[in-house]
């Protein structure tokens, strides 16, 4: 059947294929390490699963309220006007997959030829739904000398009367760069000066290890402005719970709660109830495995080293590297050659943007063991290279 024209302007999720490839040749035997997708390899801490299964055999197996279970909604505000010194109540949050409130933004806020700017490079499914409401991705090139850090003045030369928004998403997946606070403050100001919205991701905002977190929605003027996302995915490694949240004005979470009562109804359920147990319960197995993910990241920068002509930031947070290599292969060719030569699985940079080639990302919420025979199994295929 034939798509719409909007479906057809859009290649599949570059991090979703690899992820769906990778679990196919699994299922067929094959021996692969895959780096390839953003997901931690704990189980979800057990106070939280526990909080679900007392959730389903109370019988709260039904549609909630399309906003989320108020209990939910206030903890959510309560942690983040404490945390991220966000000015929010109840009323300001709506409950909503990370990825579905994204999604939402764009259909709420964009027209056609609206422009966006998004860094370069960014994850990869930003530019996907801005194109697919007709709007435009303006990229801001950031470079691997510059940590990935944003400079405001590229943005502001990147402004036009068309452009609607910016989107930031600290700590960064692919870099892990933690944007600084005084970045943040250029990037406010290009904002009010231009009347522009900001589109805050910060789904790994407690996966920092140097750096501090920076929440744009609390700088002076911001509020108003600025839709924040949020959720639990990769924080208490609840990826296939599906629960996060927008933060913002009270009219803007009624505008799209809207699409939400359209589309998904609501949040499932008894995965609402858990979610309040992992913000307001014990925060020991959150905390150990941010510990354990920078022994890791510290163990594959340490190998990574060995490889010769890569090269290495050092992120402040998420859980990737993103190396830059030399040989003179596109990153689609070498994501390829590193899984059906060594079997292991990278995501290609320049799934990331255009500024991504010549780099690949690496995931490193996997096991020391894995990262370790992982890297030893790409050290034999660069030297072919
Ligand atoms: N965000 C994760 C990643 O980048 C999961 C997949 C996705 O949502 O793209 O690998």
């Not at 490079?121 to 194109?131: F, L, M, T």
């Not at 522009?196 to 003027?221: F, Q, T, V």
């Not at 147990?277 to 905390?287: P, V």
């Not at 990302?361 to 894995?370: F, I, L, N, P, V």
Request: hydrophobic share 40%; proline share 6%.
């Amino acid at each position: 059947m034939m798509t719409s024209k909007r479906l057809q302007e859009i290649p599949p999720s570059g991090t979703v294929a690899i992820s769906n490839l990778v679990s196919k040749m699994k299922s067929e035997g094959a021996d692969i390490i895959s780096f390839s997708m953003g997901e931690p390899d704990f189980t979800t801490p057990s106070n939280i699963i526990d909080s679900c299964i007392d959730s389903l055999k109370d019988g709260f197996t039904h549609y909630t309220p399309s906003t989320g279970i108020p209990e939910l909604r206030k903890a959510i505000a309560d942690v983040t006007k404490k945390n991220n010194g966000i000015p929010c109540e109840a009323s300001n949050v709506l409950v909503t997959p990370t990825k579905q409130a994204l999604f939402m933004i764009a259909l709420a806020y964009l027209n056609p030829g609206d422009e966006v700017l998004l860094p370069d490079p960014s994850w990869v499914s930003y530019e996907a739904h801005i194109r697919m409401v007709g709007a435009v991705p303006k990229y801001v090139t950031t470079s691997f000398d510059d940590g990935f850090v944003i400079n405001p003045e590229k943005v502001q030369e990147a402004v036009t009367d068309k452009s609607k928004m910016i989107v930031i998403n600290s700590p960064s997946n692919p870099t892990g760069c933690v944007q600084p606070e005084s970045t943040l403050k250029g990037i406010a100001d290009i904002c009010i000066d231009n009347d522009m919205i900001a589109l805050s991701d910060e789904i790994y905002e407690h996966i920092i290890y140097n750096g501090k977190h920076c929440s744009i929605a609390s700088l002076p003027g911001m509020f108003d402005r600025t839709l924040t996302v949020s959720g639990l995915s990769k924080t208490y490694a609840m990826t296939g719970w599906r629960v996060g949240w927008l933060i913002a004005p009270e009219d803007d979470i009624k505008a799209v709660n809207k699409l939400q009562s359209h589309s998904i109804t609501c949040c499932t359920s008894f995965t609402q109830t858990a979610s309040v147990e992992a913000i307001t319960g014990s925060q020991k197995d959150r905390d150990e495995m941010v510990a354990t993910f920078k022994k890791r990241r510290d163990l594959a920068l340490d190998l990574l080293s060995e490889i010769p002509g890569l090269e290495c930031n050092v992120p402040e947070g998420a859980f990737y590297l993103f190396p830059k290599y030399d040989a003179k292969i596109s990153s689609n060719e070498l994501a390829e050659k590193l899984l059906m030569e060594g079997h292991v699985a990278v995501t290609p940079g320049r799934a990331f943007g255009p500024a991504g080639e010549g780099f690949f990302r690496m995931s490193y919420a996997a096991s020391e063991e894995d990262i370790a025979a992982g890297i030893e199994r790409m050290k034999k295929v660069f030297a072919t290279l």
